[in-house]
């Protein structure tokens, strides 16, 4: 299994921004999810969805702000930032997983990970 994101990059404070997450190899995983990481801080939950389309969760942070789509032609997830902050400041890692509900908020939990995109906010 393959994670590749993309889509990174500096933004003005109140600006969007739409990651990528183009998965390719064969698994199982139910989740897929979103963490990202700020210089000194431990990785932070942002998102997981289910890869069939069902559920999908979001970190308080981010809640009415961020969108995860996906296009199932190219097996591609899309999480789309609106209303960024310089708190929203990171690299941003897509992540498959198998765990339960209670679980998806620990990156402990995700055996599959990405290479990591930045994202810079800032004036």
């Known amino acids: 299994v393959q994670l590749v994101e993309s889509g990174g990059g500096l933004v003005q404070p109140g600006g969007s921004l739409r990651l990528s997450c183009l998965a390719s190899?064969?698994?199982?995983?139910?989740?897929v999810s979103w963490f990202r990481q700020a210089p000194g801080k431990e990785r932070e939950f942002v998102a997981a969805t289910e890869w069939n389309g069902g559920h999908t969760y979001y970190a308080d942070s981010v809640k009415g702000r961020f969108t995860i789509s996906r296009d199932n032609a190219k097996n591609t997830w899309y999480p789309l930032m609106n209303s960024l902050k310089p708190a929203d400041t990171a690299v941003y890692y897509c992540?498959?997983?198998?765990?339960?509900?209670?679980?998806?908020?620990?990156?402990?939990?995700?055996?599959?990970w990405g290479q990591g995109t930045q994202v810079t906010v800032s004036s």
């Open positions: 992540a498959r997983g198998s765990t339960i509900v209670s679980g998806v908020r620990q990156a402990r939990n995700y055996g599959y």
């Open positions: 190899g064969r698994t199982s995983s139910r989740w």
